[in-house]
Structures are given as structure tokens and as C-alpha cells.
């Protein structure tokens, strides 16, 4: 049976709004210096998980659909995001912004019916996932073993808050490197989040990927002095991050990668990124979720 719940009803004028402290994962540093009814809340949601997220797969730019859980995780944001939107009596629905790989668009689809998206979803390919071009089809021990390179440029900054100019411009082989997708994608979410202001709407919901939130993320760090710089975990599929973005440009993380609505069933997948250790021995660990060592979210 569907998870989902009514869509909320929106009336009345805006409430003030008060930045979320960041989640757990990645506590806040400092105090935001602007009123967050000036910028556009921009709630960016990680796309529910594939059959090549469990079997530890690159996916990139290849287009993999959601599996059970996946979908299931979708309604799990739709549910989460309503509910945010409710309790602050929003005066009207977000606009609802998706890649156009099928992982996203039907996570943001649920997302878009749970909130009473009164537009349906924009699909737009600058949110789809970074290229990964030779890595793309291999499981994270193949790809460590044939491409070493590309592999560890991808595996140890994908989700990094802090990249060397000389790795965020390295470019996988036959795909992209992390500079040209963050350019793509902070492009599109800042031309989201204008277009949501000039009509009168508030908060903008994007449905990316790993790669591509991992950018986002780099964004909005590189607005940031050295000591403000805050710890963060891996995004997990389904998580939801929330960003201010104010008209000058400028960003301010207010959580990030929040996973408190993924529970039960729709408990999101990790691995250990430890190239060294088997696929299968990560299935088994997935399998008993409690002798897991310290793990990272599976990419992408």
C-alpha cells in the first residue's frame, strides 16, 4: 500500500522561517548572517536506491530505475518534506526540480504528488549524476582494479566538502570531472531557485544523485572560511539536505544529508569503501546491519 499522505493545503501569507541547526551528520558552524525569508530554501533530495546501488555498481549517467526499496524511500521524502511544508503553513507548493535519469524523476515524482505540486516535475539533465564514464557498469572492486586513477579520484572526493583544484578538474576517462558537474549543476539550482522567488514561491525541491549533491556540497563549503568548515558524513540514498540561496549567490548550508525518515524497511544501503574488501562481503555485512564496521554511504 502507498505510504503517502494527503497533500498539505496551502494558504495565508508566508511565516518567518528559522534555519534548521544541520544535522548530526555535519553539525552548524556559526550563525547565518541573512533572514531566510530573503533566499530561496532549496531542499535537495538524493534519488531511492537501484538494483546497482545494492550490488555495489557504478551507475553515472546510465539510467537505472528505482528498486522496492527504492520507491519505497521516495514515498518515505514525500511523506518528511509534506510534513515540513505543512507545520510551517507554506503559502504555496515548492517547485519540484528532477534529473532526468528515472532514479530521480520517480523519486521526485513522489515527492512532487506528496507536496501538491501544482506544476508536476521539471526535468532537467544538467541534475543528473556525474559521468563516470569507463568506472560506469563496474563494481567498486573491478573498477579500484582496472581504473585506479579514475577510481580514487571518484571514490575519496565524490561526497568530500573539500576538493584540490587539481583532482576537481581531473576528468574520468570517457565521462566528466567534478568541476564541470558541480558549473551544471549549481547553474540549474540557482536558475530553480530564481524562477521560484520571482513567482512568489519560497522553497525549491531538487531530486539529484550522490556525485551531483557531493558538488552542491563543495559549493556551498567553498563560501566558507577554513575554520568554519563542518564534518560531514556520505549522503545515503533518499536523504534530504536543505540550502539557502540568496539572490547575490551566495549559499548557506542548513542540513545536511538527513536520513531520520528512512526507517524500517526503507533504511538506507552502506558500504565500506575500502577497496581492498569483496562485494560479497559487503552484501553480507548489509545482511546484518549491526557487525557492520564504520561505514560510508554507496555512491551515486
Not at 28 to 48: K, M
Not at 77 to 90: D, T
Request: glycine share 6%.
Amino acid at each position: 500500500p502507498s505510504l503517502l499522505r494527503a497533500a498539505p493545503k496551502f494558504s495565508g501569507a508566508p511565516r518567518a522561517t528559522r534555519v534548521a541547526a544541520m544535522s548530526s551528520a555535519a553539525p552548524a558552524s556559526g550563525s547565518l548572517s541573512f533572514a531566510p525569508g530573503a533566499a530561496c530554501e532549496l531542499i535537495v533530495v538524493r534519488h531511492g536506491e537501484t538494483e546497482w546501488n545494492k550490488e555495489l555498481r557504478v551507475q553515472g549517467s546510465t539510467d537505472i530505475e528505482l528498486n522496492a526499496k527504492g520507491r519505497l524511500q521516495a514515498e518515505r521524502c514525500a511523506e518528511a518534506i509534506s510534513e515540513r511544508l505543512a507545520k510551517r503553513g507554506a503559502a504555496f507548493p515548492p517547485a519540484v526540480w528532477s534529473s532526468h535519469l528515472s532514479r530521480a524523476a520517480v523519486t521526485a515524482s513522489a515527492i512532487a504528488a506528496g507536496v501538491g505540486s501544482d506544476e508536476g516535475v521539471r526535468q532537467d539533465a544538467r541534475l543528473a549524476e556525474w559521468d563516470l564514464g569507463v568506472l560506469e557498469g563496474m563494481r567498486k572492486d573491478e573498477a579500484a582494479q582496472k581504473h585506479a586513477e579514475d577510481w580514487w579520484t571518484f571514490s575519496h572526493h565524490w561526497a568530500a566538502p573539500v576538493v584540490a583544484d587539481d583532482v576537481a578538474s581531473r576528468v574520468i576517462s570517457g565521462g566528466e570531472s567534478m568541476l564541470e558537474v558541480r558549473r551544471r549543476v549549481v547553474a540549474c539550482l540557482e536558475e530553480a531557485c530564481r524562477e521560484a522567488l520571482v513567482v512568489g514561491r519560497s522553497t525549491v525541491v531538487a531530486v539529484t544523485h550522490g556525485g551531483a549533491l557531493g558538488q552542491v556540497l563543495k559549493h556551498a563549503v567553498s563560501q566558507l572560511a577554513a575554520d568554519e568548515v563542518p564534518a560531514t558524513a556520505s549522503p545515503t540514498n533518499a536523504c534530504i539536505s536543505t540550502f539557502y540561496v540568496e539572490p547575490s549567490g551566495r549559499w548557506h548550508i542548513a542540513a545536511w544529508a538527513e536520513a531520520d525518515h528512512l526507517t524500517g524497511d526503507a533504511a538506507p544501503l552502506v558500504a565500506n569503501y575500502n577497496a581492498a574488501s569483496s562485494c560479497a562481503e559487503e552484501a553480507k555485512a548489509e545482511e546484518k546491519p549491526e557487525e557492520m564496521p564504520a561505514a560510508v554511504a554507496v555512491e551515486q
